[in-house]
C-alpha cells in the first residue's frame, strides 16, 4: 500500500510525538522501533524526515523561538511542535516547495491542534519564507 506524501507526514509527525513523549518520561527510545510500528514498509521519505528533525532539533528549536511572538516552541502542544519541526526541517534540508510545506504543516495542525497553535505555525513559516 502506497502512502501519499501528506499520509507519510502525518505518520512522521506521530512518529516524533510518540519520540519526544518517550523521552521526556526517560523511557529507553529505541525510534526504529518507533517508525516500524507506524509504517508498515520501509520508507525512506518518512526516515529521513524523522532522523532529520531528531539530528537538527536543537538548531530546528532555535528557528522557530527567532519567529514565535512572546512564546517559545516548548510552550506548543507536543503534536504542534512535531508539525512545526517537521516543515522547518523541509523547508531548510529538502526540496519540497515552500507554499507546499506551509500548506501540509497547517492541514495537519487543523487536524491535530488547536486553532492558536495552527496559527502559530502558519505565522512562524510564512516569516521564515519571507526572510
Known amino acids: 500500500?502506497?502512502?501519499k506524501r501528506s499520509e507519510l507526514?502525518?505518520?512522521c509527525m506521530i512518529i516524533l510525538y510518540q519520540y519526544n513523549l518517550?523521552?521526556?518520561n526517560k523511557i529507553q527510545v529505541d525510534i526504529e522501533e518507533i517508525i516500524k510500528d507506524?509504517?508498515?514498509?520501509?520508507?525512506?521519505?518518512?526516515?529521513?524526515?524523522?532522523?532529520g528533525v531528531i539530528t537538527h532539533e536543537s538548531e530546528l528549536n532555535t528557528?522557530?523561538?527567532?519567529?514565535?511572538?512572546d512564546w517559545t516552541i516548548d510552550r506548543l502542544d507536543k503534536t504542534g511542535a512535531s508539525i512545526l519541526r517537521i516543515a522547518l526541517f523541509e523547508i531548510k534540508y529538502t526540496d519540497t516547495p515552500e507554499i507546499v510545506v506551509?500548506?501540509?504543516?497547517v492541514e495537519l495542525s487543523k487536524k491535530y491542534s488547536d486553532d492558536a497553535v495552527r496559527k502559530i505555525i502558519n505565522a512562524v513559516l510564512d516569516k521564515m519564507i519571507r526572510e
Open 102 to 105: 506551509i500548506n501540509e504543516a
Open 22 to 24: 518517550l523521552k521526556e
Open 1 to 3: 500500500m502506497t502512502l
Open 9 to 11: 507526514r502525518e505518520k
Open 63 to 69: 528557528l522557530a523561538n527567532q519567529y514565535i511572538k
Open 38 to 51: 507506524n509504517i508498515e514498509i520501509e520508507n525512506e521519505f518518512v526516515k529521513d524526515i524523522v532522523y
